[in-house]
Nanobody
Framework: QVQLVESGGGLVQPGGSLRLACTASGRIFSVNSMGWFRQIPGKQRELVAAAPKTGIERGELEYAESVKGRFTISRNDAKNTVTVTLEMNNLRPEDTADYYC?????????????WGQGTQVTVSS
């Protein structure tokens, strides 16, 4: 079992910045990926950024095309916990969404997901 605790989000003006953080604790499988997805009502949840890891090797960071150059994800691994931070700069109104922390792991090639409760990000003047 994995528990996710999110923080951050809120209201910001266009061009502003926000930081999201999420800590996973519990059974941290060695092959995993942790990151953020976002969802607008009526649309599918989409990947924003992810930081994978296999054993002690960190994988290549993943970003949605729309956030490259503006968002930065970072990951910190400690004993039985993983924390990811998403720095969001130069925010645009189209970044407005509910953001969900995701912890994914693989067992025998099959993916399993845990999700945070979600945090709202609103970009508006």
């Amino acid at each position: 079992q994995v528990q996710l605790v999110e923080s951050g989000g809120g209201l910001v003006q266009p061009g502003g910045s926000l930081r999201l953080a999420c800590t996973a604790s519990g059974r941290i499988f060695s092959v995993n990926s942790m990151g953020w997805f976002r969802q607008i009502p009526g649309k599918q949840r989409e990947l924003v950024a992810a930081a994978p890891k296999t054993g002690i090797e960190r994988g290549e960071l993943e970003y949605a095309e729309s956030v490259k150059g503006r968002f930065t994800i970072s990951r910190n691994d400690a004993k039985n916990t993983v924390t990811v931070t998403l720095e969001m700069n130069n925010l645009r109104p189209e970044d407005t969404a509910d953001y969900y922390c995701n912890f994914a792991f693989w067992v025998v090639g099959e993916r399993y997901d845990y999700w945070g409760q979600g945090t709202q990000v609103t970009v508006s003047s």
